[in-house]
């Protein structure tokens, strides 16, 4: 609840800074921009996949395919919690990979810009899915996200993600999915 408030404060404060004139209405639709506890957001758009071979320690990776995968229409939902947020990745085939069931839970939701929402690590933050290539199964290890690039609005979600997959627990990753992403909310 504590948290809460503080986002709506802060909300507030950003809107009420400089000698910008605002009705109570704009300020009442602003606040309701942030996102509510056990809601679920559907964003629908397109982006691009590509999957490739290689190391995680030694940084050398080639492409698995000749091409990158464009997505179309490709549906990506985002669940809130408290402060936390669970997204789940549409499953993609990218030529010989097959990405499945890829969930990322308890991203922490960072809402410092009264803009958007950011997306941090947080002591809970856990992947699962797999990558399947000629049969061989390789499950989801690891995330990186590009900070800069990768945000959420109740209107629009844009990521840069890097999923590792591996079949051993060695701590060398062998597979990496790239994923960008602009998809729209789904309207009411």
């Known amino acids: 609840m504590k948290k809460t408030i503080k986002l709506a404060v802060l909300a507030l404060a950003t809107l009420t800074m400089g ?11 602003l606040i309701q921009q942030l996102f509510n506890p056990g809601e679920t957001y559907t964003y629908t758009g397109t982006g691009e996949a590509y999957t490739m071979n290689g190391s995680s320690k030694t940084g050398e ?10 997505l179309t229409s490709a549906q990506v939902v985002l669940k809130c919690g408290s402060n936390t947020g669970t997204i789940t990745l549409p499953n993609i085939t990218d030529g010989k990979a097959s990405m499945q069931n890829v969930v990322i839970y308890n991203l922490a939701l960072n ?22 290539i000629d049969g061989k ?7 990186y996200i590009e900070q800069e690039k990768t945000y959420v609005t109740t209107t629009k979600m ?16 062998s ?14």
């Open 137 to 143: 199964t390789y499950t989801a290890a690891n995330l």
């Open 19 to 29: 000698s910008v004139m605002t009705s109570c209405d704009e300020v009442t639709n």
């Open 175 to 188: 597979k990496v999915v790239n994923f960008t992403y602009e998809g729209a909310a789904a309207s009411e």
């Open 111 to 132: 809402n410092e810009n009264a803009s958007k929402t950011t997306f941090d690590f947080g002591e809970k933050t856990s992947i699962d899915g797999s990558l399947v």
């Open 158 to 173: 844009v990521l840069e993600f890097s999923i590792y997959f591996d079949d051993d627990e060695d701590g060398d990753y």
């Open 61 to 70: 990776w080639q492409l698995i395919n000749e091409n990158k995968t464009a």
